[in-house]
């Protein structure tokens, strides 16, 4: 059963919500426009405000039905945990875009909000923060991402939540990368 759950998890994660609904209904495929990305930042930017916050809600759901889906089917923290991260695995390398993908964050978003509600509102507190201090979405998700493991810890969640906050962090930064660098040079673009 939980091999079923994660194939099924990490499946509704690849799903490429952003190239499916930009071509659908903005006649854009966003691979070829703005950072490339599939995500609801790049849609954000490229399709506008509306198509950036129909991406990321459905990038969202698709961490909340995986956790879901393992609660109702195994029940476990453990199983509740890997289901989520292999969504976010799933959202990073699609096997529907030749292994390539989005960031996991707001897919990640989704993940939290079921596992740690509590934990989500201070995350999304510091992103949002974060947004608007500098206008950076990379910053913000980036910054979200390692604060995600340590308020774990500091509020003694548990164990399979912890290591799930660092896996998930791990994903989020690395696929980061090329903000990353883009930031030391002064070329990330803001929002």
Do not use: C
């Not at 698709?62 to 956790?67: P, Q, T």
């Not at 030749?98 to 990640?108: E, I």
């Not at 939290?112 to 950076?136: G, K, N």
């Amino acid at each position: 059963m939980m091999a079923a759950v994660l194939v099924a998890s990490f499946l509704l994660g690849s799903i490429p919500n952003g190239l499916i609904f930009g071509k659908l209904f903005w006649k854009k495929d966003l691979r070829r426009y703005g950072s490339g990305n599939v995500g609801a930042t790049n849609a954000w930017r490229v399709l506008g405000k509306k198509a950036g916050l129909l991406i990321f809600l459905l990038d969202f759901l698709k961490g909340e039905l995986s956790v879901i889906l393992a609660h109702l089917a195994i029940g476990t923290p453990q199983a509740m945990m890997l289901a989520g991260l292999f969504a976010i695995i799933g959202h990073a390398i699609s096997p529907f875009l030749k292994f390539h993908g989005g960031k996991g964050v707001a897919t990640g978003l989704g993940v939290i909000t079921i596992l740690m509600p509590s934990i989500t509102a201070l995350v999304l507190l510091a992103w949002v923060i974060i947004v608007l201090t500098t206008r950076y979405v990379s910053l913000a998700s980036i910054a979200a991402a390692v604060l995600l493991p340590i308020l774990t810890l500091i509020l003694h969640e548990e164990r399979a939540y912890v290591i799930f906050g660092v896996l998930a962090a791990v994903v989020v930064i690395l696929r980061h990368h090329d903000n990353i660098l883009r930031m030391r040079k002064g070329r990330e673009n803001k929002i």
